[in-house]
Antibody, heavy 126, light 108 residues
Framework: QVQLVQSGAEVKKPGSSVKVSCKASGGTFSSYSMSWVRQAPGQGLEWMGRIFPILGITNYAQKFQGRVTITADKSTSTAYMELSSLRFEDTAVYYC???????????????????WGQGTLVTVSS | SYELTQPPSVSVSPGQTASITCSGDKLGDKYACWYQQKVGQSPVLLIYQNSKRPSGIPERFSGSNSGNTATLTISGTQAMDEADYYCQAWDSSTAHVVFGGGTKLTVL
């Protein structure tokens, strides 16, 4: 059974950075992409970006481009998400999620997140 | 960028059928999936590739996708189904993942 275990809650000052970890077990870490999704208080899910560990390729949502860095350590099956220049509105629960993707008919890709971490609350406060 | 639209809330009586829609331009040409999120918990995959259920998901949850709308149907809704539901798809122009805004299901 795949498990994704994230690091603990963080409190950060505006302008600083936060780095959240996500350790995977029970599966083949490098064979899937790992995405990061955040959820602000009372709000919906927001995709931030992904990494494909076996190739080290990353892909970021336009909104976070330049502020987010996603990395992976294949030796420890751990993914990391670092968000810089933190603002009050970055206060949210951050999730890692294993992304399964397959190219199906007419070139369209079916992608879904089949396993999720428990979430890490990042609070930005002065 | 691609957008998915869901109704903010849906209400249903216990034992009845609930339908939650997700709209997007030519969404029927893409593959949609659905998540359930209960208060204080991580999302759980309910439906993938429009209509497939992962192991362990009850048969009362089903999905369809045609035209501009994907639909999650919950048959014989139970009190335990009260949760937020999110649709999700792939934006082929950017290779980005897109979520709908979420629908709060209330079982009255």
């Amino acid at each position: 059974q795949v498990q994704l275990v994230q690091s603990g809650a963080e409190v950060k000052k505006p302008g600083s950075s936060v780095k959240v970890s996500c350790k995977a077990s029970g599966g083949t870490f490098s064979s899937y992409s790992m995405s990061w999704v955040r959820q602000a208080p009372g709000q919906g899910l927001e995709w931030m970006g992904r990494i494909f560990p076996i190739l080290g390729i990353t892909n970021y949502a336009q909104k976070f481009q330049g502020r987010v860095t996603i990395t992976a350590d294949k030796s420890t099956s751990t993914a990391y998400m670092e968000l810089s220049s933190l603002r009050f509105e970055d206060t949210a629960v951050y999730y890692c999620a294993r992304e399964k993707s397959i190219r199906l008919s007419q070139g369209e890709v079916a992608t879904e997140f089949d396993y999720w971490g428990q979430g890490t609350l990042v609070t930005v406060s002065s | 960028s691609y957008e998915l639209t869901q109704p903010p809330s849906v209400s249903v009586s216990p034992g009845q059928t609930a339908s939650i829609t997700c709209s997007g331009d030519k969404l029927g040409d893409k593959y949609a999936c659905w998540y359930q999120q209960k208060v204080g918990q991580s999302p759980v995959l309910l439906i993938y590739q429009n209509s497939k259920r992962p192991s362990g998901i009850p048969e009362r949850f089903s999905g369809s996708n045609s035209g501009n709308t994907a639909t999650l149907t919950i048959s014989g809704t139970q009190a335990m189904d009260e949760a937020d539901y999110y649709c999700q798809a792939w934006d082929s122009s950017t290779a980005h993942v897109v979520f709908g805004g979420g629908t709060k299901l209330t079982v009255l």
